[in-house]
């Protein structure tokens, strides 16, 4: 039996989603909460793997197991198992070649920037920081020549495992709501450290060390080089997967924190 998962995480104290040896990643611990329950060894895929410091709102994995469990029992059951800062949302039976990772249509990121001259205290880990004033128009007219289908070598990670970099960016949206601004990301899939380094680069512009026309030059050079330092961790979420609805999936994830509901 196939089972999916949906899952929410913070992702400060742990080393990123991806399995590793020390066992301090939220699959290791995901993992870990389902084997109790299954009594046996259980492994996932996930939708979107994650580094350190990043959160999920909604993460979607699956599982293959031979036993029979209520879907009660994967959520309870698997959240008794788990520290505080992960927890099960929701479990759903589906179809053998149903793929958390390959059936998913797109993935959404989020990544809330908090523009003030102080660093946070009460939202540290929770919001990335930035001390200066930053432009938003400007900010918004450099995103818009990011968004399309584009070989984004530039903005990938040195240690990036994909295929291919190209990429298609469906929404790049920045809002502004007092101190706080909202990167809000679609795309087809995204590249190792991809949105970190827009959101670095678009940071310069905004600050006015760039012109918002050197985002697209550094874009179609391919040149990792010549973009901008990988933005913190902190402040970046994985939103969620989109799915057919033939598989049935709850949509979306909760409701972000207050400090951090701004318009999707």
Request: proline share 6%; net charge positive; with cysteine.
């Amino acid at each position: 039996m196939r089972i999916a998962l949906g899952i929410e995480y913070d992702g400060t104290s742990f080393a990123g989603w991806q399995s590793q040896t020390h066992r301090n990643t939220v699959q290791d611990a995901i993992e870990r909460g389902l084997s109790a329950v299954a009594d046996r060894p259980v492994a996932t895929v996930c939708a979107g793997r994650t580094d350190a410091g990043v959160h999920a709102l909604m993460q979607v994995v699956h599982f293959d197991v031979d036993v029979l469990r209520p879907d009660s029992a994967w959520v309870r059951g698997t959240n008794a198992n788990l520290p505080p800062a992960a927890a099960v949302v929701w479990a759903r039976p589906v179809a053998d070649d149903f793929h958390a990772r390959y059936s998913a249509l797109g993935r959404r990121y989020r990544y809330v920037l908090l523009n003030q001259p102080v660093r946070p205290a009460l939202m540290h880990g929770k919001v990335g920081w930035h001390h200066l004033p930053l432009d938003v128009d400007a900010m918004r007219l450099a995103a818009a020549a990011l968004v399309g289908e584009h070989d984004f070598s530039a903005f990938r990670s040195s240690e990036c495992q994909a295929k291919s970099p190209v990429r298609t960016l469906r929404k790049f949206d920045i809002s502004r709501q007092g101190e706080v601004i909202v990167f809000d990301l679609e795309a087809n899939a995204f590249l190792h450290h991809m949105v970190r380094n827009l959101v670095g680069a678009l940071v310069y512009v905004g600050n006015g060390r760039w012109a918002p026309g050197r985002v697209a030059t550094v874009l179609t050079g391919r040149d990792r080089s010549k973009g901008a330092p990988t933005f913190d961790a902190a402040g970046l979420y994985f939103v969620g997967a989109d799915y057919d609805a033939r598989w049935s999936l709850p949509a979306a994830g909760r409701i972000m924190p207050p400090a951090l509901s701004f318009p999707a």
